[in-house]
């Protein structure tokens, strides 16, 4: 048996390692998740729990110390030279910080991310690719101008080669491209496979720590499971930006999902130009198509997503079944809220949806989970039921309960001052939100206060 390579299981969807093969992922439940590969060297830091690395902790003089007597101050950040992208971040990249950028293959990572030296030019950065030869990226960086003179380019695929270049070039920023096309030497196991993605990555942090030095790894996210996705990588970052959107549509939304420095309710909305990725400061401008016609089916969302209000359009269509069983179907909203939503108008208001078609789609490609958007989605789904329009200077900002009630909604002021910005000239909110000691900044907004659904139509259709 001499010479046998011993092989384990890795689940390809949380790293766990398994003796033997397994349908269902006992640590994470996924299904059909496990692949075979090289075990990982003892010595090495890819065994043990992901993120908790042994040889990491153990070359570092550290020793313990008093809370009180670290320093951290926010000469720690630094910005990024990208307003959106260091808001993100929580306020700019944090040294030494690892930051994980996924999202789908042509969605923008590369773009991104090659943007940050370009459009900061006193950052020594080196942009190490392991996908795109150094005349490609040239080419890349050509398309998005700026200033190429501080960065250095990179095309290797060997994680000991690009350590030791970083050592040499001491860079103030380390960008890898991507993280499953590197490899180590030290495993067995073809570049992207569970052992391969978590031993590169926590050599890199190991790099990030010692020297102080930012480090962004991109992460392609497959559907299929087949190689390392970067939950595995979840644990060992600091940060998970996560790139969402329609790859054919040209607006892109980045969502922080792990912040250790910051809070992971932000969010950055990003439009793929001809020139590169320009960041949308103002979201809601692009997110309500203003329609010339009056259609009916179409109402204004007031929702917060993170710290920031945004209005975004809701659409809905309400038709008769053609089939026995009425379709129902939710583009950026959670389908079981719509039917929830719809049992709601049927059985406390009274409303006969049961043999009608549904179907709601939020403008922009956005994925919305506030509960205030509740309103504008009853509001949509009615308007197209009656094939009555909704005045578009109208929005709305409140939660539907089960019995029918009119629920408030946090943040009221911030979402009521952002659609007066916008020109809304009026804007329902829940009666409990105690509409009277809400004070509108100019005046220019009516502040329609609703109890139930009955007194919304009411106000809104007659
Ligand atoms: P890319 O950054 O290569 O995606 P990823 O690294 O996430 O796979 O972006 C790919 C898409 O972006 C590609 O379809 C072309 C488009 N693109 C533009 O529209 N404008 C540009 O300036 C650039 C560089 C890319
Ligand atoms: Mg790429």
Known sequence: MAGKIKTVWYCSSCGNESPKWMGRCPACGEWNTMVEEPKAPKESNAGGVAGRSRAYISTTDA??????????????????????????????????????IGGEPGIGKSTLSLQIPLHCPHLKTLYVSGEESAKQI??????????????????????????????????ELLIIDSIQ???????????????????????????????????????????DGTIAGPKILEHIVDVVLLFEGDT????????????????????????????GLREV??????????????????AVSAMMDGTRPFLVEIQALVSTAAYGTP??????????????????????????????????????GLR???????????????????DLYISPKICFAAEVGLSGEIRPVSQVERRI?????????????????????????????????????PALCRKLFQ
């Open 248 to 275: 054919k549509g040209s607006y892109r939304i980045l969502r922080s999902i792990k912040n250790r420095f910051g809070s992971t309710d932000e969010l950055a909305v990003f439009e793929m130009t001809g020139s």
């Open 281 to 298: 400061s103002n979201p809601s401008e692009i997110l309500i198509p203003m329609h010339q016609d009056d259609l009916s089916g179409v």
């Open 63 to 100: 020793h313990p110390e008093p809370l009180n007597s670290i320093d951290f101050s926010d000469e720690n950040r630094f910005s990024i030279g990208n307003a959106e992208l260091d808001r993100v971040l929580g306020g700019g990249m944090v040294e030494g910080s690892m930051v994980l």
């Open 138 to 171: 040239k080419l890349r960086a050509q398309r998005l101008g700026g200033d190429d003179s501080q960065c250095l380019v990179l095309s290797e695929t060997l994680l000991e080669n690009i350590l030791e270049h970083a050592r040499s070039v001491q860079p």
């Open 181 to 223: 096309t590197i490899y180590s030497q030290s495993i067995e196991s073809s570049a992207g496979s569970v052992s391969q993605v978590r031993e590169c990555a926590s050599a890199l942090l190991r790099y990030a720590k010692e020297t102080s030095t930012p480090v962004i790894l991109i992460g392609h996210i497959t559907k």
């Open 368 to 386: 919305v989970t506030d509960p205030a958007c509740d309103l504008a989605i009853v509001a949509s789904v009615l308007s197209s039921n009656f």
């Open 417 to 453: 001052a952002e659609a007066e910005k916008l020109g809304f000239e009026q804007i329902f909110i829940s009666s409990f939100n105690r509409s009277d000691s809400i004070k509108t900044k100019d005046g220019h907004i009516q502040v329609v206060a609703v109890s139930d659904i």
């Open 327 to 364: 379709q129902r179907s939710a583009t950026g909203f959670d389908s079981r809220r719509l039917n929830m939503l719809l049992a709601v108008l049927e059985k406390r208001s009274g409303f006969k949806l049961a043999a009608k078609d549904v179907f709601l789609n939020v403008a922009g």
